[in-house]
């Protein structure tokens, strides 16, 4: 009898329980937070709606820049750490030649849509072209290196980038000039949503949409999961694997420029170091849906955004801390942390067998 007690005690895996108690712990402070914040009636229902607005808004931010992860991992297998300075390329280069000049003309304000169409192309042109220059002369040797070596060749064009588009445009901050269109707000209802939430809403949606249909109707698309699938047998097939993640770099930066765009819309600044936690927060919901995945990478970017528009006020002010909102992005992290311990392959992330992994 005392021999089966103790060698049961010697099967417990006591990391599982400290992780199980640590699981346990921030569900219960969750829902104590949020039960106490609820009962309280800190905030009316209207101030709830625009939290999630908000919250909508900035996660369609995150979820067009996680695109551009997850469509480079699931083809190359790969952490691109640079896409943040993509996103960073073309709303800055857009802002300082485009936005500027057209709103000095005073064209910005006599043709206020063909003036944020033109500054968008230029963007998302000047994020695809800095996308596939990196990808021609930093990764493409890289191809067949172990994977640390184009992760840290990632990282030293990351920096590369900040550093050359500072030199370019200077270190300060530069505003992005005001469009007399998107002032103000619409009232639908008891909710009143500010016009450039609600357009960084609307046109997220439609280039998801329209990024999925590319991925999975068009044979370009097919090529790319083809790759993304086996790259040597889809080259036995006729598919040119070369051009195939050209195109795939090429489509995550033109979603990163345009997200740009819209992030310059909203935050109204542009600086050569506004890529970073961007780019740190949308990778981050690219791992939270499921990376490779691309209605995960999508669905991780809104719950993000939700997540550190709600969570402060909600979690947290139950829990008598002051200043929440100063720890959005611990709520955050801590968030992604604990749907990771209970699904680690992502919230739409396939389980892999490990031949495949």
């Not at 607005?53 to 067009?64: E, W």
């Not at 184009?150 to 000039?177: C, D, E, M, N, V």
């Not at 005001?178 to 450039?196: C, P, T």
Request: glycine fraction near 10%.
């Amino acid at each position: 009898m005392r021999r089966t007690i103790r060698q049961r005690l010697e099967n417990i895996d006591y990391l599982d329980i400290v992780l199980w108690l640590f699981r346990i712990t921030i569900i219960v402070a969750v829902i104590w937070g949020s039960v106490s914040t609820l009962l309280s009636n800190r905030y009316s229902t209207e101030q709830w709606l625009n939290f999630l607005v908000f919250g909508l808004a900035q996660g369609s931010l995150y979820a067009l820049i996680a695109l551009g992860y997850t469509l480079v991992y699931g083809v190359l297998l790969m952490i691109n750490f640079a896409h943040g300075e993509f996103f960073m390329s073309g709303i800055f280069t857009a802002t300082v030649f485009v936005a500027i000049p057209l709103a000095e003309s005073g064209f910005t304000d006599r043709h206020p849509i063909l003036a944020l169409l033109i500054i968008t192309v230029v963007a998302m042109a000047t994020s695809t072209c800095v996308a596939v220059l990196t990808e021609r002369v930093a990764y493409r040797p890289l191809r067949r290196a172990p994977r640390l070596v184009p992760l840290i060749t990632a990282i030293g064009a990351s920096f590369f980038w900040q550093y050359f588009f500072r030199g370019l445009y200077g270190s300060g901050i530069t505003a992005f000039p005001d469009v007399a269109l998107l002032q103000g707000s619409w009232l639908i209802g008891r909710l009143e949503i500010a016009k450039v939430q609600g357009v960084v809403i609307v046109a997220s949606i439609l280039l998801l949409i329209g990024l999925y249909i590319f991925v999975m109707k068009t044979k370009t698309g097919k090529a790319m999961r083809a790759v993304a699938e086996d790259k040597d047998v889809a080259a036995l097939m006729g598919i040119d694997v070369d051009r195939v993640i050209v195109i795939t770099f090429a489509v995550g930066a033109a979603m990163a420029g345009a997200a740009g765009v819209l992030y310059a819309l909203m935050y109204r600044q542009v600086h050569f170091f506004m890529g970073f936690f961007p780019g740190l927060k949308a990778f981050t919901a690219a791992v939270l849906g499921g990376i490779g995945n691309v209605p995960g990478a999508a669905l991780g970017g809104l719950l993000l955004g939700m997540f550190e528009a709600v969570g402060p006020n909600l979690f947290l002010e139950g829990l008598g801390i002051t200043a929440p909102y100063q720890l959005k992005d611990v709520i955050a992290f801590t968030m992604l942390v604990l749907i990771l311990m209970f699904r680690p392959q992502g919230i739409l992330g396939e389980r892999l067998a490990e031949e495949k992994a």
